[in-house]
């Protein structure tokens, strides 16, 4: 008797395994095929849906810092117009003949000296 009690549970035991094994249209409409799936593989389903969440947020980070880098190199390009502006005007106002001509507009009485500057020398 005890030995028809074990050929039972043997028996179940296959045809669990059996059921389980037989891929159907029914197993896979009712979800029984992929909740038995699921079941068995749960640590790898968590593993990749951790992957996929440290993924999106990547791409996220990413996206941001080449939004940051293209704002960053158009303002960049902008004061380098600028600087390139001001030097030009700094130059034109620092030639001679401009020179004379705003202290002319402004009214100062200074005049240009006649005489070329003297180099001293040191012995």
């Known amino acids: 008797m005890a030995m028809d009690t074990e050929d039972l549970n043997v028996e179940a035991t296959e045809e669990k ?11 896979v409409l009712d979800g029984s095929w992929l909740a038995e799936k699921l079941h068995r593989h749960v640590g790898y389903f968590v593993f990749l849906m951790i992957l996929v969440i440290f993924y999106i947020a990547n791409s996220y980070s990413i996206e ?12 960049l390009q902008e004061l380098r117009f600028e600087s390139i502006t001001k030097s030009a005007d700094l130059m034109f106002i620092r030639k001679q003949s401009e020179v004379i001509k ?3 507009e ?18």
């Open 64 to 75: 941001k810092l080449h939004r940051e880098k293209n704002a960053l190199q158009t303002e």
């Open 106 to 123: 402004e009214g100062l009485k200074l005049e240009e000296s006649k005489e070329p500057p003297v180099k001293l020398y040191r012995k």
């Open 102 to 104: 705003r202290v002319q």
């Open 17 to 27: 395994q059996e059921k389980s094994k037989v891929f159907s249209v029914k197993s």
